[in-house]
């Protein structure tokens, strides 16, 4: 109350003011100087939109920090300058109408002047017709799905794409190396310069995904579909993240985009076709129960250990054990079909959307027959394959 | 009021309360209730804010250092429910009770034992919250927005003690919010019109009627989750024909005038301090009351643009877009004012004063980034990171809870009858004003640079400026057990305060002993004439 009393004395309250507002300017500028912005701001991004995005971000920052200042330095001048211990004589005004009519009116204009290049940008992000390419993103507890639509389903290409960083990474048994968290195994592969049309729902919870340097960002909804769409401009890698709180591994569902030049794109393209019929002529073999538990061991641990945990233990209730209890050591049919259908009501996915006949072959077998697990038994491919066909 | 001072003050009033416990179990004196709300907010603001520290320290440096993503998810959502309906809305409805009858001269709140229901359905409900912490499955773990179906199909079972702590705390608010809508309606004293009431109690009003409007939407929606988990329902659920979006729809229905909710009242108080300190009438009072009802009108129609990546329309986008840029104008209003009645008056900075200018400062730049995530393309980049994290706590810390704990340290010796330590309460006030910003400004940059929220981890990027907030967080966490020990002290003694105790001070409670006497106004004061324009 009373320790500022004596700072200055009362002749000259301006200049006080105006000592402490250049001293305030300088130490702004200099700071601003220093610091290394595009750390620190939103992406510029590489499609026109987003570059849109990007300024229409500046413009409005830029009118608020101006607001600021202007109401800030008011504010300051005021508590510098009409203080009792300089002793200012309280002013006895209470209203303006004037003022007020004023202070109302004059930001209607400057909302007008951000409405209007939003309301424009807004409607060139949400005309996504006239695609080139389609690509159906899917979100799954805790992965993304992508899947290159065709008009011929055995030209579709389809596949799974989750977190590369190792556990030990993030909990620290290991050197955090450079893409820590932001690297997956299959990148989503697009060409250049084409309109690519991102359909986007989800098959359990709500996600959302979000890849900043196309400015785009849309949830993931079970049940909904979606659109949005880009023109990427330059071959390169870009990274996303899901955006919605999807259970407990949503920090760890990153997106990676890679753009590539038309001709690369094609050849990715025509190589994962072949891929795809690969997988169905290895449904029709014989498999050994070696080559079952070696598949089954990678598979498990891609796809199933972030619930069951990589030494099968869970993490009971939500996750429960496999280890020398319930389906994986009884009826081999309830096992394969809850992996192949989830469970109502759980976190349990059905994994025929995810994982193909042969994999889910193995991963069964797996778990039949890993961490002291002994049932012995094994599943062919082709077996669980007519499961599923017998269901579709 | 003439003349009601008493000449002398014991611990124990004349007509006093009751000794014991029973006392505070049985009372239905608007001043024991506020006080008991007072130090209920305050001990789930400092359970919420342990939380929080969990999450700061969690978030230190990359990688999972003390806690699992799983008990990571908790802490968010129980920091969130805790203080939002914990800490905030008990303080204000504590601040409520101990105030409003007295600035508007009635002698009790209109329905006393409903008010003593009202508080004491609090700690049930919290304390069933807080013991799903220790249930198999964990706590709540789906955010505070709990957005189906994570809320509903994916939920540990613990979800369903969640929804009816929902449903008693708000019948604790609807219970108390009537009381304060039949208290101001009724009982003011005679003479006082409604354009003469302080502005506090405005607010109060307003955010009342607001209350009664979405408290029950809020429990409709936590009962269509309960349906949807154990009754075979399908309103959330997309696979058997119902709709996660509609779920959305209904929470922000409720959830957009629940920030006005927590954020009015303290208008209210910093457009008491203000005036009080700037030795100056409050500018523009009309123009204050009606931007408070535009901004509540306005609260009703403005909820989508928390979904704006839902996949709205265009016209919904546009329409949610426009309809929230138009709260800037009655919020701008309101700022305006309260320079204009800084500006040429004669300024003290005592601690009240200190915390409501931070408030008027830090809540503008909280509503500035408002503003820019208002604008829908702009959003797309923001939504869900911690550029939304920076803004809502900008408006709720120094928001909401600095005018708290400056209405706390201007009443303090109205309620105590003594002085706390100015000191210590302007060191208290300058580590959280420290504390706060260095805590939550640089997450509007890593926001910006692309972390999304809710992440119990992050990359490698996002480091230094993690770290810097965390550490600004315990410095704000730490500092608040200073302003125990300062309300403890105050409490235990100190100089003795005056009735009038501020010399600025206008405003019927300010007639009145020190500490106010257990009973204050049995018979209705007379107004000086048109004192409280």
Redesign the interface.
């Known amino acids: 109350m009373t320790g500022t009393e004596k700072r200055h004395q009362s002749r000259n309250g301006y200049m006080v003011g105006l000592k402490w507002l250049i001293a305030a300017v300088a130490v702004g500028s200099s700071w601003s100087v220093l610091a290394d912005w595009s750390a620190l701001n939103m992406t510029q991004g590489v499609t026109e939109i987003s570059r849109e995005v990007y300024d229409l971000h500046m413009l409005i920052f830029g009118i608020c920090v101006l607001i600021g200042i202007l109401v800030f330095g008011i504010m300051i001048w005021s508590m510098l300058v009409h203080r009792k211990s300089l002793g200012h004589e309280p002013a006895t005004f209470s209203h303006s109408t004037k003022l007020e009519y004023a202070w109302t009116i004059i930001p209607i204009f400057i909302l007008i002047g951000m409405a209007v290049p939003a309301t424009s940008t807004l409607r060139d992000m949400y005309d996504s017709s006239n695609a080139d390419i389609d690509i159906e993103v899917r979100g799954y507890q805790w992965k993304w799905q992508y899947t290159y639509l065709n008009d011929d389903p055995s030209q579709e290409v389809k596949f799974m794409s989750s977190l590369l960083t190792p556990p030990d990474e993030f909990y620290n048994r290991a050197p955090k190396r450079e893409h820590y968290l932001t690297d997956v195994d299959n990148p989503l592969v697009i060409p250049i310069n084409k309109r690519v049309r991102f359909l986007i729902t989800s098959n359990d919870v709500i996600h959302s995904w979000w890849v900043p340097d196309f400015a785009v960002k849309k949830d993931a909804i079970p049940g909904f579909v979606h659109e949005s769409w880009a023109v990427v401009e330059e071959p390169g890698i870009y990274r996303g993240k899901c955006t919605e709180l999807c259970g407990k591994d949503h920090g760890f569902m990153p997106i990676v985009v890679k753009a590539v030049e038309q001709e690369e794109y094609e050849t990715w393209l025509a190589m994962k076709q072949q891929e795809a019929k690969d997988v169905y002529e290895t449904v029709g073999k014989t498999w050994s129960m070696a080559e079952l538990m070696e598949t089954g061991e990678q598979v498990y641990v891609q796809h199933c250990s972030t619930c069951h945990q990589v030494n099968g233990q869970g993490i009971p209730p939500a996750f429960p054990s496999l280890v020398g209890q319930g389906l994986a050591v009884g009826d081999l049919d309830g096992h394969v079909d809850i992996v192949v259908n989830g469970k109502a009501g759980s976190a349990m996915q059905a994994f025929a959307a995810q994982l193909n006949p042969a994999e889910i072959a193995a991963v069964v077998t797996y778990e039949r027959n890993a961490w002291g697990n002994d049932v012995g038994d094994l599943v062919q491919p082709r077996e669980v394959n007519a499961l599923i066909v017998a269901k579709e | 009021m003439s003349a009601v001072i008493e000449s002398h003050h014991d611990d124990d009033h004349h007509h006093g309360p009751d000794k014991g416990l029973m006392r505070w179990v049985l009372t239905t004196n608007h001043k024991d209730i506020g006080t008991l709300y007072l130090w209920f907010s305050f001990s789930m603001f400092l359970i919420g804010g342990c939380m929080a520290l969990v999450i700061r320290a969690e978030l230190f440096q990359?990688?999972?250092?003390l806690v699992?993503?799983?008990f990571f998810?908790q802490m968010t959502t129980m920091h969130g429910l805790i203080m939002v309906f914990g800490a905030v809305m008990p303080a204000f409805v504590g601040l409520a009770n101990w105030l409003v009858p007295m600035m508007i001269g009635a002698p009790d709140m209109a329905l006393p034992r409903m008010n003593n229901y009202s508080f004491w359905i609090l700690p049930f409900a919290f304390a069933m919250l807080l013991s799903t912490l220790f249930m198999?499955?964990g706590a709540p773990?789906?955010?505070w927005t709990f957005?189906a179906?994570?809320s509903t199909?994916?939920a540990?079972?613990s979800v369903t003690f969640f929804i009816f702590a929902v449903h008693l705390m708000g019948i604790s608010s609807i219970m108390g919010s009537i009381n304060v809508v039949v208290t101001i309606l009724n009982l003011r004293a005679p003479g006082m019109r409604l354009m003469d009431m302080p502005l506090f109690v405005w607010t109060w009003l307003i955010t009342a009627y607001l209350l009664i409007a979405v408290m029950p939407v809020l429990a409709g929606v936590v009962t269509m989750m309960l349906m949807d988990i154990h009754f075979g329902t399908a309103f959330f659920n997309?696979?058997g024909g119902g709709?996660?979006?509609l779920f959305q729809h209904v929470f922000w229905f409720f959830g957009h005038p629940e920030v006005y909710i927590m954020i009015l009242p303290a208008f209210g108080v910093v457009s008491a301090i203000i005036p009080t300190f700037?030795?100056?009438?409050?500018?523009?009072?009309?123009?204050m009351v009606y931007a408070t009802a535009s901004i509540a009108f306005l609260s009703f129609i403005v909820w989508a643009h928390h979904m704006f990546?839902?996949?709205m329309p265009?016209a919904g986008?546009?329409y949610f877009?426009?309809a929230t840029?138009?709260i800037?104008?009655p919020t701008?209003?309101k700022?305006?004012n309260w320079?204009?009645t800084?500006?040429?008056?004669?300024?003290?900075?005592?601690t009240p004063m200190l915390f409501a200018?931070a408030f008027?400062?830090l809540f503008?730049?909280g509503g500035?980034?408002g503003?820019?995530l208002a604008?829908?393309?702009?959003d797309?980049?923001y939504?869900?990171?911690y550029f939304v994290v920076a803004h809502f706590h900008y408006v709720l810390v120094p928001g909401s809870i600095f005018s708290i704990m400056a209405a706390a340290y201007y009443w303090l010796p109205k309620w105590t009858g003594n002085m706390y330590d100015?000191t210590l309460g302007?060191t208290h006030f300058w580590l959280s004003f420290v504390g706060v910003n260095v805590t939550f400004f640089p997450q509007h940059?890593i926001g910006?640079?692309?972390m999304?929220?809710?992440?119990?981890?992050?990359?490698?990027?996002f480091a230094d400026?993690n770290m810097v907030s965390s550490v600004g967080a315990f410095i704000f966490g730490f500092s608040q057990l200073l302003f125990l020990f300062i309300v403890i002290k105050c409490v235990m003694g100190g100089k003795k305060a005056t009735g009038e105790v501020w010399d600025g001070a206008e405003g019927l409670e300010w007639t009145i002993a020190s500490p106010a006497p257990y009973h204050t106004f049995s018979t209705p004061p007379a107004l000086p004439e048109r004192a409280m324009a």
């Open positions: 990359p990688g999972l250092q699992v993503p799983e998810n198999e499955g773990n789906f955010g957005y179906p994570l199909e994916y540990p079972p997309a696979g709709d996660p979006v700037a030795r100056k009438k409050l500018f523009g009072y009309d123009s990546t839902v996949g265009i986008e546009l877009m426009y840029m138009l800037a104008v701008g209003v700022v305006f320079v204009a800084m500006w040429q008056g004669s300024m003290t900075f005592e200018i008027v400062i503008t730049i500035l980034s503003l820019m604008i829908v393309p702009a797309f980049q939504h869900d990171t100015e302007k940059f910006l640079a692309g999304p929220r809710r992440y119990p981890d992050y990359a490698l990027q400026w």
